[in-house]
């Protein structure tokens, strides 16, 4: 049956900028965070250089973590003062137009039935990313714990969270496979909706906009 | 130390079994050496010959030997004066006057070739070398005769190895170090203001025990002391990659024991083992007192390495000013940036619903 698509805004300029700020840091806190975890390059070349491989490495990954809490805050705040999509009322399966969509979308990644795609996410969508949201508390509490060992502040969050440093380093970096996940599922997950449905989900977060279908079949 | 008597011990100068091992283990560990390799320096130190040495003393102030002979663990001056005979050394040796010159003489006649020549202090050279003489002769004659006729040279001391503060500008006598004037014998140089005296037991035992002195860098310096940068072993680098500094003496950074690489430390620019020897058996040496090093080891350091207290040009720090320094100043502004954000998109959501009133956006009318 063809369709007709009509060009919707789904996302403001914010909230995509915040996304690939996560695409970004997110990719390189993986990158530095394992370097850090196993540097393998300044054992081959330890004598006789200047080279500060394994100072450079935690430097991008300091950095790569103020960007990815500035974007977390970010999302934090479009969660009650976004548009529609991007508020936690869109995301959870907490209402009954919620609890539909969530079970929708189950169905829906098993092939059973198809569901029509809404103008936000769907809502298992919205409550992967609750999930993301409370892994990257952790993950940045975990962090500037690490980062501020000294700083009585972070001392408080880090010792009633983790006990110990030891633990907080365990624990930030188990989690980074959560990251690792999530990136695979979510490339492919968007890139699965865009082939099937044809609303342009991939270029929404970069142009805002997604195609969706207009219940009238074409006139002719 | 509980119930030690250290009196008798400094009092009573036999060396003890006990001691003996310590010492060798000691420069064993300094050399680089493995645990295994310990009995052969035992068996080496304990052999009974035991190389003559001619300690010939110039332009100095006797430091070397002092610190070398008073370390404040009696063991390792006393192991070097069982491993070596020391039959010509001005400051400890009993004769005086032409006795003491007698010694010299026969020494050389009689150890042609064979005798350890260790120099300390540098060698003037300007009018004739007349500003040191001994005994009526100039440092650069009595240097000119003895080293000739050693197996090797030992410089010990920044003075006798690079000329020291003597040689410091305008430099009035002319001083040198031993490698100016000596030509044709293995030199090895034990630079230090004074140098660690696990470095002269290291190579001794090393010399000793194969026969040969230990490798060295361009400068003759054993490698297995003068190897690495002082920087390198620092025990407060992880501060200078980080960029916390002392900023002055006394300040908050000089009381946390940061990096003193901003308040002078030579340390990235000097070799030396000085952070894994450290001195007098305390673990003490001056960085971890919290004064910079000045570069001791290094040629020409007084004209080199002062001004002491300005830092080092051209040293490149982690990411401009060390990695958390800089990250904590770039962060501040990435959450100044996210602010604005928030400020920005509040700002336009507010302005939006006074122009059009409260009723629903766009987007929720769209869903509908």
Not at chain 1, 12 to 18: E, F, V
Not at chain 2, 235 to 242: L, N, S, T, V
Not at chain 2, 307 to 323: A, H, M, N, S, W
């Amino acid at each position: 049956m063809a369709y007709e698509f009509e060009k919707r805004r789904a996302f403001g300029a914010l909230y995509r900028i915040t996304h690939w700020v996560f695409a970004a840091s997110c990719l390189l806190l993986t990158i530095t965070g394992y370097y850090i975890y196993e540097p393998w390059f300044t054992t081959m070349l330890e004598k006789g250089t200047a080279d500060f491989t394994v100072a450079n490495m935690r430097f991008l990954h300091f950095l790569a973590g103020y960007f990815f809490t500035g974007a977390v805050i970010c999302r934090f705040y479009l969660w009650f003062f976004g548009n529609r999509q991007e508020r936690i009322t869109d995301a959870l399966p907490v209402t009954k137009r919620n609890l539909g969509n969530f079970w929708g979308a189950i169905l829906n990644y098993l092939y059973i039935r198809f569901h029509t795609p809404r103008l936000g996410h769907n809502a298992l969508a919205g409550t992967t990313y609750l999930l993301t949201f409370l892994i990257s508390m952790v993950m940045i509490v975990s962090g500037f714990y690490m980062l501020f060992p000294e700083s009585a502040t972070w001392q408080v969050w880090g010792t009633n969270l983790f006990a110990s440093q030891a633990t907080s380093r365990f624990v930030h970096f188990i989690l980074m496979y959560y990251y690792i996940f999530f990136a695979m599922v979510h490339i492919y997950i968007a890139v699965w909706n865009d082939v099937m449905f044809g609303e342009g989900l991939v270029s929404a977060i970069i142009s805002g906009s997604k195609f969706l279908h207009v219940k009238r079949p074409k006139a002719d | 130390m509980n119930g030690h008597d250290d009196t008798r011990e400094f009092a009573d100068m036999r060396l003890t079994r006990r001691s003996f091992i310590k010492g060798c283990t000691m420069a064993a560990a300094a050399l680089g050496l493995a645990d295994s390799m310990i009995p052969q320096l035992v068996a080496a130190a304990t052999a009974p010959r035991r190389p003559p040495v001619v300690w010939l003393h110039f332009q100095e102030c006797t430091g070397c030997s002092e610190s070398l002979l008073r370390a404040s663990h009696p063991d390792l001056g006393r192991l070097i004066l069982d491993l070596i005979s020391l039959d010509y050394h001005e400051t400890v040796m009993a004769a005086a006057g032409h006795q003491a010159e007698e010694v010299l003489h026969d020494t050389i006649n009689k150890h042609d070739g064979k005798f350890i020549c260790v120099v300390e202090g540098a060698i003037p050279t300007k009018d004739g070398g007349i500003y040191c003489k001994i005994g009526g002769r100039t440092a650069m004659d009595i240097l000119a005769e003895v080293a000739p006729r050693s197996a090797a040279v030992v410089a010990i001391g920044s003075c006798a190895a690079f000329g020291g503060i003597q040689a410091a500008r305008p430099n009035p006598t002319g001083a040198v170090g031993v490698r100016d004037l000596v030509h044709g014998k293995p030199i090895l140089n034990i630079p230090g203001c004074p140098p660690n005296p696990v470095a002269f037991l290291g190579t001794v035992l090393h010399y000793l025990t194969f026969s040969r002195l230990p490798a060295t860098d361009n400068l003759g310096r054993p490698l297995f002391a003068y190897g690495r940068k002082i920087h390198d072993h620092c025990e407060r680098r992880a501060h200078f990659d980080e960029g916390r500094f002392a900023e002055q003496f006394g300040g908050e950074g000089h009381r946390q024991s940061y990096c003193l690489y901003k308040v002078g430390c030579k340390g990235p620019a000097t070799y030396s083992n000085c952070p894994a020897v450290r001195f007098n058996d305390v673990n003490q040496w001056p960085v971890s007192a919290g004064h910079g090093c000045i570069g001791c080891t290094e040629p020409a350091f007084w004209d080199t390495m002062t001004p002491f207290y300005e830092r080092l040009p051209e040293i490149k720090l982690p990411v401009g000013q060390g990695t958390v320094t800089t990250a904590e100043s770039v962060g501040r502004k990435i959450m100044g940036v996210t602010a604005a954000a928030i400020g920005l998109h509040a700002a336009a959501g507010v302005t939006r619903r006074l122009l059009k009133g409260t009723a629903k956006t766009d987007e929720i009318r769209e869903e509908e």
